[in-house]
């Protein structure tokens, strides 16, 4: 039996963004490829030309010529299209092949009726809300920050800050106050835009007490605009201005700044689960030309595309997505619960928004399979060629799940990438066929390898990944970071001048990849490495499990350590020892008798990120010891209760186990 669920088509050349690509390398470089593989090795070993391509190819907008491509190829520090001046709210805005009558943004939430927006309306609310920031003082480096969901006005204040040079930094609204003040005290932002509240699902959420204390904690505020979202009716606080007054009528005309390529864009933030989180600052240019790259040639958008991500605005894949009309693709916003009134819910909106590449996450899918969801009996998907996931890794039965519901002509595309480099640099390209649990490729431009543990790099075993050369979209440093030490730390201490990641990885023959968890959250038994994606996909697999976690406790003497699995269970269902032992006995057939857990416990919930990432290593620090407001950052989490639970079997399993 065949693990190839979909098969390029044989005119994808002709038909693909990718294949336009090609014939303009042969054409303008004198260049041929005879497949994928050789296509991205030449785009990992001659990165001046590589790199030049994108930004000739795509014809990005400067206002004056970089002197030369890269300064050099040394990790950090690299220096890319020096001299070169450009906005990317300029780039973006181009919109090539879509007329001004013509939508642009298309956004659907729980909260208010469907708001569509064309090209040319979308130009105009920026040309004004620029202004409106410019009357509030707002020039180039200073930070503007958004408490606000996915919504047009979040993506039109990006595109205005952008536009002015300025700095763009957003919170999701459901982010409570510590886990935005954590992040905002560090970039001291000049304006807060921030609503009032949100529906999630079919309850309101009121957010004004909120966005008081955070604007009692940011003393660098000048001035906070309130955008009535929840009750449009509702005035603004006495000493705040309404979003209307900031994007009011003007004459000023919609003009872009030019900043030097690595000029701060937005910042972005690590997950804060350990600690302050990372303020990871990225650059105009790196970001329009990663993001040109990877939504043209690998996601194969343009102007006949509507693209949709299921995303926040405190999760990179929001930045990912709203890039989408520089390759002059539309796109879709959400904002609301993805489960209410039920899993069905953005399938249907992808049949109403026409959406012809959905993006979601792989826990998403894997939950609709559990459901027994069959999206394509509830939605007409039938302009559906193209679904992404991230997130986690997707196991095969999530593949298949995918092309026996969802549709077996389209592309699935799995990748994985980070806030970091805010792109994915393993992913799909519509040269390559779908195997059922892999990731096709790695993505043009990123030199990504699997390491050994003594460092050098491996085919078809499980290692660390890295990369190995520079790329244009990785950070241009963090925030007031000014000798670097804080960014090297995160990213090179292990390998000097290569970027470790953090994840385990391993690339077969053929190139294509499988993500095996974190690398910090190994489980490592009698000396062989186990990923948890592995561990997850069977467990979860049983109809009688929702959710799990599983950890690793190392045995200093060099012993076996203990494996422990936490479950959540089915409402109804209760963990007894005959569900413990087919626990058990699917991990030894499916994995082997190493993943066997010493321990298996119920817990209510798994604790999860803002952006629904299992935290096993704070689970693991707690159970070795340290308390729990040191073990993770609660604003951090989804559901800081759930941490509750593993303090309480950690204080009657070892009363007096020092911490580690």
Not at 191 to 216: M, N, S, T
Not at 219 to 244: F, K, N
Request: glycine share 10%; proline share 8%; with cysteine.
């Amino acid at each position: 039996m065949t693990d190839v669920l979909w098969t390029p088509p044989a005119d994808v050349l002709q038909r693909s963004r990718i294949g336009a690509y090609l014939r303009w390398l042969a054409e303008h470089r004198g260049l041929t490829f005879a497949d994928y593989d050789a296509l991205w090795r030449w785009s990992v070993t001659d990165l001046d030309a590589f790199w030049r391509s994108i930004w000739d190819h795509f014809g990005v907008v400067a206002h004056t010529p970089p002197t030369a491509t890269l300064t050099d190829r040394d990790m950090p520090g690299t220096r890319w299209f020096p001299g070169a001046t450009l906005n990317y709210a300029e780039n973006v805005l181009r919109m090539p092949g879509r007329a001004d009558d013509e939508p642009v943004v298309v956004a659907h939430g729980q909260t208010r009726p469907p708001v569509t927006l064309t090209a040319g309306q979308l130009r105009e609310q920026v040309r004004r809300v620029a202004a409106g920031l410019r009357r509030l003082g707002v020039t180039t480096g200073d930070r503007v920050a958004g408490y606000a969901p996915n919504i047009p006005e979040t993506y039109v204040l990006m595109l205005a800050t952008a536009s002015l040079g300025a700095v763009f930094s957003s919170c999701a609204p459901e982010f409570g106050t510590r886990s935005v003040t954590d992040r905002w005290q560090q970039i001291e932002p000049k304006i807060l835009v921030a609503v009032d509240g949100y529906r999630y699902g079919d309850k309101p959420v009121d957010r004004r007490a909120e966005v008081a204390a955070i604007r009692a904690a940011l003393p660098s505020l000048r001035h906070t605009v309130s955008i009535p979202y929840l009750d449009p009716d509702g005035t603004p606080a006495a000493d705040a201005l309404a979003w209307a007054e900031l994007a009011a009528e003007t004459d000023e005309p919609l003009a872009f700044t030019p900043v030097p390529f690595d000029h701060p864009l937005y910042v972005l933030y690590s997950s804060g689960t350990t600690g302050l989180p990372k303020p990871i600052v990225h650059g105009h240019g790196g970001i329009l030309l990663e993001h040109l790259k990877m939504l043209a040639l690998h996601h194969d958008l343009g102007p006949a595309d509507r693209f949709f991500w299921f995303t926040t605005t405190g999760w990179m894949m929001w930045n990912f997505l709203v890039s989408g009309p520089a390759v002059g693709a539309a796109i879709v916003l959400f904002d609301g619960n993805p489960g209410h009134p039920d899993l069905g819910a953005l399938w249907r909106l992808a049949e109403r928004t026409g959406t012809t590449y959905f993006g979601t996450s792989a826990p998403f899918l894997l939950a609709c399979r559990k459901a027994g969801l069959v999206p394509r009996q509830i939605a007409d998907l039938s302009a559906l060629r193209g679904l992404g996931s991230t997130g986690a890794p997707l196991p095969a039965e999530g593949f298949t799940w995918v092309y026996d519901t969802v549709g077996d002509g389209l592309q699935l595309q799995s990748l994985s990438g980070g806030t970091d480099v805010c792109t994915g640099f393993v992913g799909g390209v519509p040269l390559l066929p779908v195997h059922a649990g892999e990731i096709a490729c790695r993505a043009l431009g990123a030199k990504v390898e699997a390491r050994s543990p003594d460092g050098t790099p491996v085919i078809g075993e499980l290692g660390e990944l890295v990369i190995t050369e520079p790329m244009p979209s990785m950070p241009v440093g963090f925030w007031n970071d000014p000798d670097g030490a804080r960014y090297r730390e995160a990213y090179f201490d292990v390998y000097p001048g290569v970027w470790r990641h953090g994840d385990w990885i391993t690339i077969n023959s053929r190139g294509g990849c499988v993500i095996t968890g974190r690398s910090d959250a190994t489980l490592n038994r009698g000396g062989v490495r186990l990923g948890t994606a592995e561990f997850y996909s069977v467990v979860e697999g049983l109809d009688e499990v929702v959710d799990s976690v599983v950890v690793h406790l190392e045995d200093d003497e060099g012993g076996a350590g203990e494996l422990l699995l936490f479950v959540v269970l089915a409402e109804g269902v209760t963990l007894d020892d005959e569900l413990r032992r087919s626990i058990c006995r699917e991990l030894r057939t499916a994995l082997s008798p190493r993943h066997v857990p010493d321990e298996i416990h119920q817990v209510r919930a798994v604790p999860r990120t803002l952006s629904a990432k299992k935290l096993e290593v704070p689970v693991k620090k707690i159970l070795t010891g340290t308390p729990v407001d040191l073990a993770a950052a609660k604003g951090a989490l989804a559901n800081p209760d759930s941490l509750t639970a593993f303090a309480t079997l950690a204080r009657h399993r070892t009363p007096d186990r020092p911490a580690t």
